[in-house]
T-cell receptor
Framework: DAKTTQPNSMESNEEEPVHLPCNHS???????IHWYRQLPSQGPEYVIH???SNVNNRMASLAIAEDRKSSTLILHRATLRDAAVYYC????????????FGKGTSLLVTP | ETGVTQTPRHLVMGMTNKKSLKCEQH?????MYWYKQSAKKPLELMFV???????ENNSVPSRFSPECPNSSHLFLHLHTLQPEDSALYLC??????????????FGPGTRLLVL
């Protein structure tokens, strides 16, 4: 998988929006951008994915830069339950079966 | 609820025991995965099944034996494990293996302790 770079940690207040950045300057034209998260003591959870256009679902929004070299996961109103490690990964036809999560961004949400 | 269930959620076993982990997905998916997650280590893919056929065995020791009787069920049979096998074992499923249909949905995991 092409490399992604994320901040180690971020902090947010409850009920405020959170913007989690991801840089992927070596992304190929056919790589999809996926976001997963893992809450403490739980299995990973799929959040959202996209290719070129911005995407919205019930959990989050994904904003993809026009050159696709970066993306931002947007949580519109953070809750305490959103405290987790967020992983940005690229998936393409040569990615293999394993999800290579890297270190991700640890999000702390404070009341 | 992700539509992927795992039982048991916690398991303590001795090194001479035989036990099995069960995974069931209710999503109509055709691909299923076993991962191992040790403390402070990244996810390690163990096995992959696509349409009930094993497509990946990531050099996993033979004391771990997978079984996939149908597309909805996946088992991991355990025997003569070592203490270093203590970890969180995660099951996942995806629609299939094609790009944009291989988003993986994970179960809650089985936390295994080998004494």
């Amino acid at each position: 998988d092409a490399k992604t770079t994320q901040p180690n940690s971020m902090e947010s207040n409850e009920e405020e929006p959170v913007h989690l950045p991801c840089n992927h300057s070596t992304i190929s034209g056919t790589d999809y951008i996926h976001w997963y998260r893992q809450l403490p003591s739980q299995g990973p959870e799929y959040v959202i994915h996209g290719l070129t256009s911005n995407v919205n679902n019930r959990m989050a929004s994904l904003a993809i830069a026009e050159d696709r070299k970066s993306s931002t996961l947007i949580l519109h109103r953070a809750t305490l339950r959103d405290a987790a490690v967020y992983y940005c990964i690229l998936r393409g036809s040569n990615s293999g079966y394993a999800l290579n999560f890297g270190k991700g961004t640890s999000l702390l949400v404070t009341p | 609820e992700t539509g992927v269930t795992q039982t048991p959620r916690h398991l303590v076993m001795g090194m001479t025991n035989k036990k099995s982990l069960k995974c069931e997905q209710h999503l109509g998916h055709n691909a299923m995965y076993w991962y191992k997650q040790s403390a402070k280590k990244p996810l390690e893919l163990m096995f992959v099944y696509n349409f009930k056929e094993q497509t990946e065995n990531n050099s996993v020791p033979s004391r771990f034996s997978p079984e996939c009787p149908n597309s909805s069920h996946l088992f991991l049979h355990l025997h003569t494990l070592q203490p270093e096998d203590s970890a969180l074992y995660l099951c996942a499923s995806s629609q299939d293996m094609l790009v944009d249909r291989e988003t993986q949905y994970f179960g809650p995991g089985t936390r295994l302790l080998v004494l």
